[in-house]
């Protein structure tokens, strides 16, 4: 919501200014008058610049001990927090969501200056905001907590859905020594039952009382076990910042628990391979590579291995072992082609004059088995890919990181989270795994070729280094 005290002010400015205009307007100098409004509303109603608030961050990590209240609420419904300074503001946006009970549905930003509709705020915008550039504004991600708050009396401001427009203001009351271990948030106190999600913008008791059991009703263990959820672990531990916000919008509509059990398996997780396993599960990539760079493999007139070449390829490569066929023509060993040309898309080889040769990366990655994990996880993530293509990745590679070795690939659970979340087939079926093995983003590729052959139908089998690999990817900066 907007103030309206500015709208009637700049209304009355406006009226007077045409006023005066009109006064001993002669006919001939109406298409200058018809400038001058224009250049005189572009003026009133553009958002003039903010007045810069954002402090320098602090030199050493503290805790903030933080009151939020809900504006206008009657009696007042807040939470005391304790928060580390050295999160983002989209960090503190979670806090909030998980100290109110809301589930993030809605766009939201911060302010510093004064409201977040006030057009002289400094605001902070969530990421929709932010790429809609509509406002003027930092995106939240790009802001530590303690570059708008430092010492005691502080305020930052805080709306959470522009329908409702639950406004909140967070004040410092008083800092603390943080340590490593210092959580990123808890609950230390609270008061009354906040709005439940989509209520209309309610703030009173009396209204309150018709859509939840209990006004009164505040429940200090159940804040705190919100806090703890392990997506915000794994947020607060750096996953890519996609798979958060993916995470958080797919829990929800998780009836099987899957995401939840998946994150917290995944929190505690540590390094699963190094060494000589990196090197026995990835020899596929490394005999691409060292064979491109000792020799090159000439391609034929259409673009495809040579038979002596696809032979050669099928004896490394897992998903061959049970493959049906002569396995001497590449268009008829898919395998082998689609997991070729994963290696232009991670630019490990490259076409030159009808050679397939190694890039200049390629080539120093040939006999480094562990720089080549990072060079995959990397890029496994980092190309163009849609919206659905980089949904279904992220989630591919969520639920690969957090598996144990001999897991399969849980493809089906994948693919009725994709559904549930926005996502369809063809004639608006269930997303199904073949869609899945389907995608132009190599991950399917990546995790059957590191991982064991499996006969029949079954799914991909995943070896240590397809589970560290996704780790990796997921956590990669």
């Known amino acids: 919501m907007h103030d309206p005290g500015h709208e009637s002010s700049d209304a009355e400015g406006l009226r007077r200014q045409f006023e005066a205009m009109l006064a001993g307007l002669q006919p001939n100098e109406l298409p200058t008058l018809l400038n001058q409004l224009s250049a005189a509303a572009a003026d009133r109603f553009e958002r003039p610049p903010s007045i810069r608030q954002r402090k320098e961050p602090l030199a050493e990590t503290v805790v903030f001990r933080i009151r939020v209240d809900l504006d206008d609420a009657r009696p007042p419904i807040w939470r005391r927090l304790d928060v580390r300074s050295d999160i983002s503001l989209e960090d503190l946006h979670r806090i909030i969501q998980a100290a109110f009970g809301w589930l993030d549905y809605h766009l939201y930003r911060f302010a510093l200056g004064g409201s977040p509709f006030d057009r002289r705020s400094e605001l902070f915008l969530c990421p929709f905001d932010a790429r809609e550039g509509e406002e003027v504004g930092t995106p939240v991600a790009e802001v530590r907590l303690d570059e ?76 705190n076990a919100a806090l703890s959820d392990p997506i915000l672990s794994l947020v607060d531990a750096g996953i890519d910042a996609r798979l958060g916000d993916l995470l958080y ?178 004639d608006g079926r269930p997303i199904q795994k073949y869609d899945l093995y389907d995608l132009d983003n190599g991950i399917h590729e990546f995790l059957e070729a590191v991982s064991s052959p499996e006969r029949g139908l079954r799914g991909v089998t995943l070896s240590p280094t397809a589970i560290e690999v996704a780790r990796r990817a997921i956590h990669h900066r």
């Open 148 to 223: 708008t708050l430092h010492e005691p009396g502080d305020v930052l401001r805080y709306v959470y859905d522009y329908g409702d427009s639950w406004e909140l203001t967070a004040q410092v009351e008083s800092v603390h020594e943080a340590s490593e271990d210092t959580p990123w948030a808890r609950c230390v106190d609270g008061r009354r039952a906040a709005p439940p999600e989509d209520c209309g913008g309610i703030t009173d008791a009396e209204s309150l009382a018709e859509v939840v059991d209990d006004p009164a009703h505040f429940d200090i263990g159940e804040v």
């Open 249 to 426: 919008r797919v829990q929800p509509l998780d009836d099987s628990g899957a995401v939840t059990a998946s994150a917290t398996r995944l929190a505690a997780s540590s390094t699963i391979a190094t060494g000589d396993q990196l090197e026995a599960d990835l020899l596929p990539y490394l005999w691409f590579l060292r064979r491109a760079r000792d020799e090159g493999f000439t391609l034929t007139s259409a673009g495809y291995l040579k038979p002596a070449d696809v032979v050669a390829a099928s004896k490394v490569l897992p998903t061959m072992k049970y493959f049906i066929g002569a396995k001497n023509r590449e268009v008829q060993s898919t395998p082998v082609l689609y997991f070729r040309e994963s290696l232009l898309r991670m630019g490990l080889l490259r076409k030159h004059k009808g050679r397939l040769l190694p890039t200049r990366v390629g080539t120093k990655l040939a006999d480094d088995p562990q720089a080549l994990a990072d060079h995959l996880a990397d890029r496994l993530l980092n190309q163009k890919m849609d919206g659905f293509t980089e949904d279904a990745s992220l989630l591919m590679l969520f639920f690969a990181a957090a598996s144990e070795p001999g897991d399969e690939m849980p493809l089906e659970t994948i693919g009725a989270l994709l559904t549930a979340y926005r996502w369809q087939g063809t």
